[in-house]
């Protein structure tokens, strides 16, 4: 199949939905582990994650947190990326990803890409001990407005 026709480009719909008024923000928790990974999100050049799973719920200008687990003992944790999903498409049928089922893009909204967060925040311990520790790697997150909240804090990301 030609890579142009695996390619859906949402930036102009999002554009539309904005002026508008009718975009309904969700938020979506991602986490980029470097030792299952074997590379840091930073490497990837791009505001980029990758799912085994088709995420029909996930909607053009949704938010994409993506926090980061370093190869430290113990390990350490980062807000690395937040973006609003734009662009999608399966990945490479070769490579690291190809056992992936869909590559979510956008740009960046983050200024600081290397956020530390550690477990006595509260709002990132129950984002730890419910996702992480659970090894939950994408997921809608709307029912958790504290984390949510706490994400916006330490971001200064205002939409």
Not at 103 to 121: A, F, V
């Amino acid at each position: 199949m030609p890579q142009s026709s695996r390619r859906y480009n949402g930036r102009l719909m999002l554009a539309l939905y904005v002026l508008k008024g009718e975009v309904e923000v969700n938020h979506w928790y991602v986490y980029h582990s470097q030792k299952t990974m074997r590379h840091s999100y930073k490497s990837l050049g791009e505001s980029v994650v990758y799912s085994t799973k088709q995420q029909p719920k996930l909607g053009i200008g949704d938010m994409i947190w993506v926090i980061e687990g370093d190869m430290s003992k113990p390990t350490e944790f980062s807000l690395v990326d937040c973006f609003r999903y734009s662009e999608a498409e399966q990945p490479s049928q070769y490579g690291d990803y190809s056992t992936y089922k869909l590559k979510i893009e956008g740009q960046s909204l983050l200024k600081n890409r290397n956020i530390s967060l550690n477990k006595s925040i509260p709002w990132f311990g129950n984002l730890h001990n419910s996702y992480i520790t659970k090894q939950k790697f994408f997921v809608q997150i709307n029912s958790e407005k504290e984390i949510i909240k706490g994400l916006f804090n330490v971001s200064n990301i205002a939409i």
